[in-house]
């Protein structure tokens, strides 16, 4: 079966750092480009990142430009997200998803992981 699961969520103050993962199974992340997605309550699910299946190019919103970096490890089926300089802000479920191509929009992603918390306050 085709799936994703996040983890690495959690309660971090402000300014710390928490590395989410993507761990596929039932498909390779080879043919796939796998984004993150945050939804906080009350807020509409917004496009972190993306990272492609072919070059490996990335793409960012702009609020999280600079501290957030997406990567990908192939042997492991894993994609990660590296988020530096946390905000309140940032607090959200975190959600990946693998598509077919690159983009901050939800809805070229076919599989989805369930999410993880994570939580930035003091």
């Known amino acids: 079966q085709l799936q994703l699961v996040e983890s690495g969520g959690g309660l971090v103050q402000p300014g710390g750092s928490l590395r989410l993962s993507c761990a596929a199974s039932g498909f390779s992340l080879d043919y796939y480009a796998i984004g993150w997605f945050r939804q906080a309550p009350g807020k509409e699910r917004e496009g972190v990142s993306c990272i492609s299946s072919s070059d490996g190019s990335t793409g960012y919103v702009d609020s999280v430009k600079g501290r957030f970096t997406i990567s990908r490890d192939n042997a492991k089926n894993t994609v990660y997200l590296q988020m530096n300089s946390l905000k309140p802000e940032d607090t959200a479920v975190y959600y990946c998803?693998?598509?077919?191509?690159?983009?901050?929009?939800?809805?070229?992603?076919?599989?989805w992981g369930q999410g993880t918390q994570v939580t930035v306050s003091s």
């Open positions: 998803a693998a598509g077919a191509q690159c983009g901050l929009g939800p809805y070229q992603y076919r599989y």
